[in-house]
């Protein structure tokens, strides 16, 4: 069963910095490129952040650009979003994402969330 668990949500001030982290189970970890959404209540959900299977390869939402960077460490299965500088504007319920890149099929995988409040 394939599990993407995340985790280092909570409350921080604007300024302030938090890491997210994801960990996953169940899959070849190094056959997905990972990448972080977020979602606010009544909008879309935006990506953020995307790294490649080895991790070589960054993009970043330009809100975000600059202030977040996106890892991964492949032998322990997680993918990391530290995230600087942070605005109220970033509060958001965050989303770990996996998609299978390399061999087949392709499948897509979801996390349930942790929660970001940038608030003072």
């Known amino acids: 069963q394939v599990q993407l668990v995340e985790s280092g949500g909570g409350l921080v001030q604007p300024g302030g910095s938090l890491r997210l982290s994801c960990v996953a189970s169940?899959?070849?970890?190094?056959?997905?490129?990972m990448t972080w959404y977020r979602q606010v209540p009544g909008k879309e959900r935006e990506l953020v952040a995307d790294i490649s299977t080895g991790g070589g390869i960054t993009d970043y939402a330009d809100s975000v650009k600059g202030r977040f960077t996106i890892s991964r460490d492949n032998a322990k299965n997680t993918v990391y979003l530290q995230m600087n500088s942070l605005k109220a504007e970033d509060t958001a319920m965050y989303y770990c994402?996996?998609?299978?890149?390399?061999?087949?099929?392709?499948?897509?995988?979801w996390g349930q969330g942790t929660q970001v409040t940038v608030s003072s």
């Open positions: 169940g899959l070849s970890f190094s056959m997905y490129k």
């Open positions: 994402n996996a998609v299978r890149v390399l061999g087949a099929p392709r499948v897509e995988y």
